[in-house]
């Protein structure tokens, strides 16, 4: 058990090293600390700090720095520590929501991503599951031009699906009419965890003597509503992150090609800030933050977990300040999701 003395002397020295990115020596930090203790204490309590293995000590330099197991206390230990949120600055943050309101779900979550991205200089990854709460809302067919049509799609959760279908012939107005009725009687109002494979096979069935002719459509009407049911998974600034070096690009590209993997961190983060660093993963999942640090926080809508949104970057990466960013994007999304008014928060 770290005593509260030696646990101040480690978190003194990952302030500075996160300020710095340089090794930390004794006389460094001696007054940063908020007791007076001698130089000769302090490079003691560092020495056992580093053989229970909270600090290491570059061959190069007389500093140390955190180890990862130092981190994770830095982190657990906290509590109330981390910088909170001017009024100030909660407005400049307010802006990047403006107008947000009675946008789609994708959109919110989407302007969200980037704005925590910008604000972070980090890589953000978010998921959206709102979907999987969704009923189909509309269906619609527009003929756009000779043989090509728009299959319309509308959640309740206000996204927005559309695909071209471009057909080797035109449709009559009697089966273009006759297939609007026909998807708007079997499918408005259905939730997706009804639009199997066998769903749509019963359906083209039941188009009768139009299968031939608007099968197509139906199929694209399928494959529409399978991205509903699709977890998104978003990816923001990852530029930033190659530009900074503290993260290689081979890693990043392995970000991107396993973003899928990326939504299995995010199941522990619906309650509070979830924390993870890269050496402490095993497996597949070790390529998503390998030498770096993914922090992420859960949103909702109307009450039910809607996603998460995640910021990766290096170990070195200023928690005081990055978890209460989290923190309230995650409480700005989920108010917008569930379509609450300033007025109606501030009241409460």
């Given at each position: 058990?770290?005593?509260?003395?030696?646990?101040?002397?480690?978190?003194?020295?990952?302030?500075?090293?996160?300020?710095?990115?340089?090794?930390?020596?004794?006389?460094?930090?001696?007054?940063?600390?908020?007791?007076?203790?001698?130089?000769?204490?302090?490079?003691?309590?560092?020495?056992?700090?580093?053989?229970?293995?909270?600090?290491?000590?570059?061959?190069?330099s007389a500093g140390r720095v955190p180890t990862v197991r130092g981190y994770r206390l830095y982190i657990d230990r906290m509590g109330g520590a981390a910088v909170s949120i001017s009024e100030e600055e909660k407005q400049k943050l307010d802006n990047f929501f403006e107008g947000l309101e009675g946008e789609g779900d994708e959109t919110i979550i989407d302007t969200a991503s980037h704005a925590l991205s910008e604000i972070t200089r980090c890589a953000i990854v978010a998921t959206d599951t709102s979907a999987r709460f969704s009923v189909i809302t509309k269906v619609d067919v527009i003929p756009t031009g000779r043989r090509m049509y728009v299959l319309l799609l509308v959640t309740s959760a206000g996204d927005i699906k559309n695909r071209v279908c471009r057909l080797s012939f035109d449709l009559t107005k009697e089966q273009?009419?006759?297939?609007?009725?026909?998807?708007?009687?079997?499918?408005?109002?259905?939730?997706?965890?009804?639009?199997?494979?066998?769903?749509?096979e019963e359906l083209s069935i039941a188009l009768g003597n139009y299968v031939m002719t608007l099968a197509p459509l139906l199929k694209v009407v399928a494959e529409l509503s399978e991205e509903m049911k699709t977890r998104r998974v978003l990816v923001k600034g990852e530029t930033i992150l190659i530009e900074s070096g503290d993260i290689g690009k081979n890693q990043l590209i392995s970000l991107l090609e396993h973003r899928n993997e990326v939504t299995e961190l995010f199941d522990g983060a619906f309650s509070g800030i979830s924390v993870v660093f890269g050496e402490e993963l095993s497996g597949e999942r070790s390529i998503v933050v390998q030498n770096g640090a993914l922090l992420s926080g859960a949103f909702s809508k109307d009450g039910k977990p809607a996603g998460s949104l995640g910021v990766i970057g290096p170990l070195r990466l200023d928690y005081k300040k990055i978890i209460p960013y989290i923190e309230y994007f995650t409480q700005k999304v989920t108010g917008i999701l569930s379509g609450e008014k300033e007025e109606e928060k501030d009241s409460e």
């Open positions: 058990m770290v005593m509260e003395r030696k646990f101040q002397i480690l978190e003194a020295v990952i302030d500075e090293y996160i300020r710095t990115g340089e090794p930390v020596g004794s006389g460094t930090i001696k007054d940063r600390l908020p007791f007076a203790v001698s130089p000769a204490t302090i490079r003691a309590e560092m020495s056992a700090l580093e053989a229970e293995g909270y600090l290491g000590h570059p061959h190069t273009t009419d006759f297939f609007i009725d026909f998807v708007r009687n079997n499918l408005e109002g259905a939730s997706p965890e009804l639009l199997t494979p066998d769903f749509f």
